[in-house]
């Protein structure tokens, strides 16, 4: 159980009759660097976290800078998650003050905080959630020099247009860039990993491991595994074995791919230089390869989005809603001010 | 209270009406806001889960209208490992009990929510305090729980009184929501996840091949010697039908039961915690290579099968016995671990056992609760169309979401009449106080002939039982049948008992028929 990464490049989600208050995201801030991990992991606190993600992913994210804009109902939550996860440093970012639109769903503001610079309002508690994560608050505007700071920059109450400039900014000095917004009960959530992500861990789950009871000596040599042992590979899977027995060769070699050819059986590739398999006996087991993945730059996402669908009876919902949501945009920057509720006027602009 | 101060306080509290749950208003008007404000949740557990509800709770303001309330239950007592998720919890809390701590800080959040706590385990012990008058003013159950057992518990509590129930879990990147509504879903029960392929008992006990063969086998090891071992000891000593009941046990498992109950109680028993540790020491000795002795003189390494293979090969891999070693952590830690929950056993002196660690993390609950409220917004709007209510699987990792309608309720039938799982036959004491008027109502209303009546596990009234019983039993009212045949106490706060019946219907074929709700006269 390794860290596992989202292909996520646009996502919309739509709640059936719910505000999309619920975070769907918290930024995963494991990269290709191998940065040197610095001092040691709480396992007293972070033990069922390391269950799910693993110590590795764990030491990426204790070196991870993150920036979370816009400090609404949305963005304390996702601060709130990232924070607990335990990075490295976590900033709170925000230029406008608390309203009162804010007290229903940014929990850590008060009544009596209206009117005052959000980000610095929500510190206090914020810090709080975890004490090896150093939270501080900025309020300047967001500039090439402040975004340098950070792996990782989370966009969750901007304007279209600085939404477009961060990720340009993001995108040119290899920072991780996420936008993510929530608008009455529909939620967007983009991210970028740039043009080479490392993928260690597609799926999340543990590797398999099967016993072996015969490998033929073949053009394609095919493994067998017992019969009350379904192996549950895949074909593409890379696997490695140890303790074969006679065709020694394949202990200890770089991972091998394999093509399924049955629920007991697949296939190595070409086995005829190796000794005569001496059997039954030995193990295979499943090995996570890092994959490469390259994600679209917001720009390019806006024109040619790939949306991940969650509810396949309103497939053709997710460009209409990718369209609305930049219709809102394109009115908030127009008028100043958000579409009024239930307001025909204001929707037939 | 001066005028002016009134006056301050009555704007103040209108500007927050009107202003604080703007946004809400926004997406759903006034009247749903009023109508969440005096929702009355019964929230069951303070966990992860239970503080993501909390807080979202208090975002939405449930409960701060005249009528609402939100309850919270939680027995445990915070702990270290619970501040990497549970977000309510400082350090300086540990200790505290989760849902007074909870309670208090989401208040402060929005102060205008009424929400009470509760240090109650849901199950039977508690059916005095959250009884049918406690589950008939709630609107809703909201289920956070961490195990199966109290999810069905509540789940067969939330049918029985007919409530809603948001019944929600996760597990490391996964989760799930499933709505249960009344008279239309099935219920949490009603479907089950495939059982976890099970490992045969002969790999378990001597053919282990991975790690989690030999966890289920100390998980195993776990229960023989620190649970039904001591249980058993104990039944021997206080229960005098347990020689009866274990002499009557097929193949060696009379023998087998009562040599352990010697043990504990005349051979190996501790009189200090230094016996503990004597016995935790040989108890080492024995599992790690006596047995494996035994198993290599059975079958030496270099054995083969008829076939002429190897017999330890495959998924056989060839153990060897252990050497103790005091400077192995290790065989340490397994003393110190046997030793102290031996000590348990015999209740030397408290200690604290680590549970089984489950994997999770904060966002994958944040993301589920958030679902969970949805689906309440729903049932607050008074939806009562199945297509309005979504089921939620996520699987962050991949990322997968998946939403899908809740199934709804089987239909059974008996004559012409469709039931579910929702329906009982209702019956009223005075109408039917004896066994007899019982049998006969039934013959009367719905034209079943009663073959048997049982309560719980026990059997009250059947067809085939010797004659002088039947007579003894029909003329018994159903009252005395609980308390004397069935050996259960009727509480003054129960308002109604549970029967069970089998009938069969006109063309004597067996019924399908709902169970019974046996309704007490209050006198």
């Known amino acids: 159980m390794e860290d596992a990464f989202s292909y996520v490049t646009m996502l919309i989600v739509e709640f059936g009759a719910g505000l999309g208050q619920a975070a769907i995201v918290t930024a995963t801030m494991a990269d290709d660097e191998n940065a040197a991990p610095e001092g040691e992991i709480d396992e007293s606190l972070y033990s069922r976290q390391i269950f799910v993600l693993g110590k590795e992913a764990m030491m990426r994210m204790a070196v991870a800078n993150v920036c979370i804009s816009g400090m609404g109902g ?54 709080e959630l975890n004490t090896y994560v150093p939270t501080t608050a900025s309020t300047a505007p967001i500039d090439e020099a402040f975004v340098k700071k950070f792996r990782v920059m989370c966009l969750s109450d901007n304007s279209f247009e600085e939404q477009v400039r961060v990720g340009k900014m993001c995108r040119d000095n290899k920072i991780i860039f996420i936008v993510a917004e929530t608008k009455g009960a529909f939620g967007k959530v983009f991210f970028d990993g740039g043009e080479d992500f490392e993928c260690v861990d597609q799926n999340g789950e543990a590797p398999l491991i099967a016993p072996v009871i015969n490998i033929s000596k073949a053009e394609d040599g095919m493994v067998t595994c017992p019969d009350d042992n379904r192996h549950g590979f895949e074909t593409g899977d890379h696997v490695a074995f140890t303790e074969i027995k006679g065709m020694t060769e394949l202990n200890d070699r770089d991972p091998i791919p394999i093509k399924v050819t049955g629920p007991f059986t697949f296939t190595i590739g070409n086995t005829m230089g190796f000794s005569e398999y001496e059997g039954p006996g030995g193990t295979v087991s499943q090995v996570k390869v890092p994959v490469k993945l390259s994600y679209l730059s917001y720009d390019d996402a806006l024109v040619n989005p790939e949306h991940m669908i969650s509810d396949f009876a309103k497939m053709d919902r997710m460009n209409q809603l990718h369209l609305a949501f930049q219709s809102i945009h394109k009115f908030e920057a127009d008028k100043g001010q958000l579409p009024r509720p239930y307001n025909r006027a204001d929707a037939e602009e | 209270m001066p005028l002016s101060v009134c006056l301050t ?75 990497n998720r549970q977000f309510l919890f400082r350090p300086w809390d540990v200790g505290k009990q989760k849902s007074s701590t909870s309670a208090l800080v989401v208040k402060s959040m929005n102060p205008q929510i009424r929400i009470m706590s509760h240090q109650n385990r849901v199950g039977k012990d508690t059916e005095g305090i959250y009884n049918e008058y406690f589950f008939s003013r709630l609107t809703c159950v909201t289920n956070a729980l961490d195990n199966v057992d ?369 309704v007490l006269s209050q006198s």
């Open chain 1, 74 to 127: 949305l963005g304390v939550e996702i601060a709130k998650n990232v924070c607990l996860a335990g990075v490295k440093t976590v900033t709170l970012h925000d230029e406008k003050p608390v309203t009162w639109y804010d007290l229903n769903s940014q929990f850590y503001v008060k009544e009596n905080q209206v009117g005052k610079n959000r980000a610095e309002s929500c510190l206090g508690l914020v810090s």
């Open chain 2, 9 to 83: 306080m009555w704007r103040r509290s209108l500007k927050t009406q009107l202003l604080q749950y703007d946004s809400t208003l926004a997406v759903f008007g006034t009247d749903f806001q009023n109508r969440i404000g005096n929702v009355r949740l019964f929230v069951v557990g303070s966990g992860a889960i239970g503080c993501e509800l909390l807080k979202n709770y208090a975002m939405l303001g449930i409960g701060s209208g005249p009528g609402g309330m939100i309850l919270v239950t939680d027995m445990d007592a915070i702990e270290k490992s619970n501040l």
């Open chain 2, 150 to 518: 109290a999810r069905k518990y509540m789940d067969l509590r939330c049918v029985y009184f007919r409530k809603p129930l948001l019944e929600s879990g996760t597990l490391g990147t996964k989760g799930n929501v499933q709505v249960i509504l009344p008279n239309l879903t099935e219920s949490y029960g009603s479907s089950q996840d495939p059982p976890e392929k099970s490992i045969p008992m002969c790999t378990l006990k001597n053919f282990p091949n991975a790690i989690e063969h030999t966890l289920q086998w100390a998980r195993d090891l776990f229960e023989g010697t620190f649970t039904t071992g001591p249980q058993d000891a104990d039944s021997y000593i206080n229960d005098p039908e347990f020689m009866d009941r274990t002499l009557k046990l097929p193949g060696s498992q009379p023998m087998d039961i009562l040599e352990k109950v010697k043990s504990h109680l005349v051979d190996d028993k501790p009189s200090s915690f230094e016996d503990c540790i004597a016995w935790a020491r040989l108890f080492w000795e024995e599992l790690f290579v006596n047995v494996i002795k035994q198993l290599l003189h059975t079958y030496p390494a270099d054995t083969t099968t008829e076939s002429g293979q190897p017999f330890w090969s495959g998924p056989k891999r060839l153990p060897h016995a252990l050497s103790f070693d005091y400077d192995e952590e290790k065989c340490q830690e397994f003393v110190v671990a046997g030793a102290n929950l031996r000590a348990l056993n015999y209740g030397f002196k408290e200690n604290r056992i680590a549970g089984k660690i489950i994997p999770a993390i904060a966002t994958t609950t944040s993301l589920v609760c958030g679902l969970v409220c949805i689906e309440l917004y729903k049932l607050v709007q008074g939806h009562k169309n199945l297509e309005r209510f979504k089921n939620g699987f996520i699987n962050l990792a991949l990322p997968f979401f998946g939403f899908s309608e809740p199934i709804p309720a089987d239909v059974h039938t008996y004559h012409d009449k469709k039931w579910t799982l929702w329906d009982k036959f209702e019956i009223r004491e005075e109408k039917a106080p004896t066994m007899t008027a019982f049998i006969s109502l039934f013959k009367r209303q719905h034209k079943l002939d009663v073959t048997m009546v049982s309560y719980g596990e026990t059997m009250l009234f059947a067809d085939f039982m010797p004659e002088d019983k039947i007579r003894e039993r029909l003329k018994m009212s159903m009252r005395d049948l609980v308390v004397q045949v069935a050996d259960d106490d009727i509480p003054h706060w129960k308002r109604a008992l549970d029967f069970e019946a089998a009938a069969e219907d006109k063309d004597e074929e067996d019924a399908d028929i709902p169970p019974i709700r046996y």
